[in-house]
């Protein structure tokens, strides 16, 4: 364990110092761009004056770092800790700031991508069609109701610009890994387009069973189309509609522990979402949207024995619908020149039906909201709303947050907020038969959460450094019980109460204008209240540094470490399961672009891109008796068309 503590601290080190010596081989003159956050308060603000904390990651960064996935993206995103089970499309979980891996809210242009009850698996969420993405870390449930407990992620896509033009991308590498991706973009000032295609395959990471006699089938498939069409009939008046669609089989030999038992048992992940937003400017005070949305997922699972004389694996299978149509209106008051009243009211059904239930589930969910914020031109920029919510489950539940940013001087600005987020239960949670009985009388997990912290600009605005400390209550936790409870023999209650609280560092540099340098560090303590143990699979220590490098006009690297300290988990292959530490450990990964030639006339240009993960071919494991995926290669080329 010491050895490979050892060389986690080493690789890290080689990150962190590297751009020291690359810095002063180059120039300094650098333009410093602003991104604009809207998932914060739901209204376009620039980056430096959100009142919490907040990250956003760019369509560029991802290109150049060559990153498929969204999960992978968030890796250095501060106290966000991703963890993957073993091969491509395994289940891959987000927990952020030591909430549950069910407390972050998941949007693509609005659209909710949670099953109800906040549950969503990374593992086929793509980062082809990206425009940016925007990470909010604290409860945001006053803007976004159940689920947004810890955070919200919220992916933008492309929207279409120029004359039509296309792409087309081909790549290969290691575990039979091929991918393959088509583009279409266009538009103008009233209407434009953006399309994407893709669809990523792999033999996975277990090429044959123990005895040799079966082969394993761990393939991965997954194909996406995805999409944003945008309309602006008049100079007030704009709409646009999204689209996605997901298809998702993944074949695992794996039980809970980690050991092989099957070469016929899988999964699939399938369905659409859609969302459409539409808004119009009354006066030079007033505006109106009005967003809805529309989601259906398929989620199947079935194995089969390995064959006439397997005596352990029994055939079954099962599959659930879960369709959820949400609508949000509000309008945005300009109450002076830089102050905002938003007013809102949002509806939104969910219903499942399948295996899982006994007969076809449906629950409402009614809400108003209300939120006074500031504009940046203020030395004060502040958000403050509340939220009333009406579940026909659980009946009303009100929730708020108040944040603000105060600029104490030219370069610094210190930010703080308090507020509340809730996690209604799960339809299975609720309602569950056969090895487990729901309980429909179950109330939303909730939390209250406070943070404070300081940013500050030196070097020209050239470094940004931010630190902040947030303190998190977690109550009413839903928790599973193998002995039924109470009178009704239900297995699930609400009992558990944890917190987590911590720090989080960032530095952002712009050495020069080839180099960029992204750093952070968290440090968590999340601790289950009634035992004092640490809470499962949340690492006390997260850093990540990233080295952005321009090597010519034409080539482009891209180098990341990100390390993941000692945590907890449980050893699944006995009963009672055993609880167990993991050892820490560091991922290094390296990706780059070269463009070969550009686009000219009828005559596609090409590029040329690589990434190699787990560059260093460290051994690990995110989840006990799941192996990482050793040193990964990706490589192939992309075609441009048209402009």
């Given at each position: 364990m010491h050895t490979r503590h050892a060389r986690s601290s080493r690789a890290l080190a080689l990150v962190l110092f590297l751009p020291l010596g690359l810095a002063a081989q180059q120039p300094t003159d650098t333009i410093i761009l602003r991104p604009v956050v809207v998932t914060a308060t739901r209204l376009p603000t620039p980056s430096d004056a959100v009142p919490v904390a907040v990250t956003v990651i760019s369509g560029a960064q991802l290109a150049e770092q060559g990153i498929r996935t969204v999960a992978d993206a968030l890796r250095t995103v501060p106290a966000a800790s991703v963890v993957v089970t073993d091969a491509y499309g395994s289940q891959t979980s987000l927990f952020l700031r030591g909430g549950e891996s069910d407390y972050v809210k998941v949007l693509i242009d609005g659209v909710p991508q949670n099953a109800p009850g906040g549950a969503y698996d990374f593992a086929n969420l793509t980062t082809d069609n990206i425009d940016r993405i925007e990470v909010v870390r604290g409860p945001v449930s006053v803007l976004y109701g159940s689920d947004a407990v810890t955070g919200v992620v919220q992916i933008f896509t492309r929207d279409g610009h120029g004359p039509a033009h296309g792409s087309l991308a081909l790549a290969g590498g290691t575990y039979g890994t091929s991918a393959l991706e088509l583009a279409l973009a266009g538009g103008d000032a009233r209407a434009g387009y953006a399309v994407g295609v893709s669809r990523f395959s792999s033999n996975g990471v277990y090429p044959m069973s123990s005895n040799g006699v079966y082969p394993i089938d761990n393939q991965y498939r997954n194909a996406v189309l995805s999409g944003r069409l945008r309309l602006r009939p008049d100079a007030h008046t704009d709409a646009a509609l999204s689209f996605r669609y997901d298809?998702?089989?993944?074949?695992?030999?794996?039980?809970?522990?980690?050991?092989?038992?099957?070469?016929?048992?899988?999964?699939?992940?399938?369905?659409?979402?859609?969302?459409?937003?539409?808004?119009?400017?009354?006066?030079?005070?007033?505006?109106?949207?009005?967003?809805?949305?529309?989601?259906?997922?398929?989620?199947?699972?079935?194995?089969?024995?390995?064959?006439?004389?397997?005596?352990r694996n029994f055939p079954f299978q099962s599959a659930d619908w879960v369709t959820r149509q949400g609508l949000d209106a509000r309008a945005n008051v300009r109450l002076g020149p830089n102050q905002v009243l938003t007013a809102g009211a949002a509806f939104e059904h969910q219903a499942m039906e399948g295996s899982t239930l006994a007969g076809p589930r449906s629950r409402d969910d009614g809400a108003g909201y209300v939120q006074v914020a500031t504009g940046p031109e203020q030395p004060l920029t502040f958000a403050v709303g509340a939220r009333l919510e009406e579940n026909q489950r659980f009946g009303t539940y009100a929730t708020y947050r108040a944040a603000g940013s105060q600029r104490i001087a030219a370069h610094t600005r210190v930010v703080a907020s308090v507020g509340t987020g809730f996690k209604e239960p799960s339809f299975y949670q609720t309602f569950a038969t056969g090895f487990a009985r729901g309980n429909p009388d179950l109330k939303p997990e909730h939390t209250l959460s406070w943070e404070a912290g300081v940013v500050q600009t030196v070097a020209g605005e050239r470094v940004t450094v931010s630190g902040t400390y947030f303190h998190e209550r977690f109550r009413d936790l839903i928790q599973y019980s193998g002995q039924p409870v109470g009178p009704d023999s239900v297995n699930y209650i609400?009992?558990?109460?944890?917190?987590?609280?911590?720090?989080?560092?960032?530095?952002?540099?712009?050495?020069?204008?080839?180099?960029?340098?992204?750093?952070?560090?968290?440090?968590?303590?999340?601790?289950?209240?009634?035992?004092?143990?640490?809470?499962?699979?949340?690492?006390?220590?997260?850093?990540?540094?990233?080295?952005?490098?321009?090597?010519?006009?034409?080539?482009?690297?891209?180098?990341?470490?990100?390390?993941?300290?000692?945590?907890?988990?449980?050893?699944?292959?006995?009963?009672?399961?055993?609880?167990?530490?993991?050892?820490?450990?560091?991922?290094?990964?390296?990706?780059?672009?070269?463009?070969?030639?550009?686009?000219?006339?009828?005559?596609p240009g090409l590029a040329l891109h690589a990434r190699i993960e787990n560059l260093l071919n460290a051994g690990y494991e995110d989840i006990q008796g799941f192996p990482a995926r050793r040193r990964t290669i990706l490589a192939g080329g992309r075609l441009t068309f048209g402009r």
């Open positions: 298809d998702a089989p993944y074949h695992f030999p794996t039980d809970g522990s980690g050991a092989v038992v099957s070469n016929n048992q899988q999964q699939l992940a399938r369905g659409p979402s859609l969302g459409l937003d539409v808004g119009h400017v009354f006066s030079g005070r007033v505006e109106g949207r009005v967003s809805a949305d529309w989601t259906r997922a398929n989620y199947q699972y079935a194995i089969a024995p390995n064959g006439p004389n397997d005596t609400n009992v558990a109460e944890a917190r987590a609280q911590g720090v989080e560092l960032s530095l952002r540099w712009a050495v020069a204008t080839p180099l960029s340098v992204d750093a952070s560090f968290t440090y968590l303590d999340s601790r289950d209240a009634a035992t004092n143990q640490r809470l499962q699979r949340r690492p006390a220590n997260l850093g990540s540094v990233r080295l952005g490098y321009v090597i010519t006009q034409r080539a482009r690297a891209s180098l990341a470490a990100v390390f993941t300290g000692d945590r907890d988990d449980y050893d699944y292959s006995g009963y009672p399961p055993a609880r167990v530490t993991l050892p820490p450990h560091t991922r290094v990964d390296l990706a780059g672009t070269y463009r070969v030639s550009e686009t000219r006339g009828a005559v």
